[in-house]
T-cell receptor, first 116, second 114 residues
Framework: AQTVTQSQPEMSVQEAETVTLSCTYD???????LFWYKQPPSRQMILVIRQEAYKQQNATENRFSVNFQKAAKSFSLKISDSQLGDAAMYFC?????????????FGTGTRLQVTL | DGGITQSPKYLFRKEGQNVTLSCEQN?????MYWYRQDPGQGLRLIYY???????QKGDIAEGYSVSREKKESFPLTVTSAQKNPTAFYLC?????????????FGQGTRLTVV
């Protein structure tokens, strides 16, 4: 079974600075997807960024980018120019690409605080 | 607007009672999921369904039941057999198929046993 580990329960960053959230995963599969989801105080889960394992290029979405190291099974999220609205829980998630219902496996989350 | 609607937002239940959480989607998605969220444990899968009239147990199905009579609807019943039902419940859906699409989530239901 796949597992996802987020070893940082809480992180803090000053506004306009850069922060990196860590995620490692364990799998024997070669084809899969990785995701970062944001959960603000409203508790709505919002997709931040997605990485396909067969793509070597790291995904980017505006101020959000990932560092995907397939051999090391590492998938970190970098948030640049942090804003107060970035404060939230961030979850790393894994999904197989095996043609089934493709359920997500989540890490335990990292709570990000953004300070002035 | 297309999306996933969970109701109610807050739900209170007395011990020993069954309660049903609603999840409706108008995205024409094939697969639907129920997750439970507890502090410090992330999201854990309860049940999922790939097509109408079919569903599978997830990692923590004990004490829960589901039905999928319509593509748009995937209600979750928390039975009296669930020993610790107080939690935040999230419903999600996605278009079937391995590639491309991410799961979309509802806004959740907070269930409290009183």
């Amino acid at each position: 079974a796949q597992t996802v580990t987020q070893s940082q329960p809480e992180m803090s960053v000053q506004e306009a600075e850069t922060v990196t959230l860590s995620c490692t995963y364990d799998t024997s599969e070669s084809d899969y997807y990785l995701f970062w989801y944001k959960q603000p105080p409203s508790r709505q889960m919002i997709l931040v960024i997605r990485q396909e394992a067969y793509k070597q290029q790291n995904a980017t979405e505006n101020r959000f980018s990932v560092n995907f190291q397939k051999a090391a099974k590492s998938f970190s999220l970098k948030i640049s120019d942090s804003q107060l609205g970035d404060a939230a829980m961030y979850f790393c998630a894994y999904r197989s690409n095996d043609g089934t219902a493709s359920k997500l496996t989540f890490g335990t989350g990292t709570r990000l605080q953004v300070t002035l | 607007d297309g999306g996933i609607t969970q109701s109610p937002k807050y739900l209170f239940r007395k011990e020993g009672q069954n309660v049903t959480l609603s999840c409706e989607q108008n995205l024409n998605h094939d697969a639907m999921y129920w997750y439970r969220q507890d502090p410090g444990q992330g999201l854990r899968l309860i049940y999922y369904s790939q097509i109408v009239n079919d569903f599978q147990k997830g990692d923590i199905a004990e004490g829960y039941s589901v039905s999928r009579e319509k593509k748009e609807s995937f209600p979750l019943t928390v039975t009296s057999a669930q020993k610790n039902p107080t939690a935040f419940y999230l419903c999600a859906s996605k278009r079937y198929g391995p590639k491309g699409t991410e799961a979309f989530f509802g806004q959740g239901t907070r269930l409290t046993v009183v």
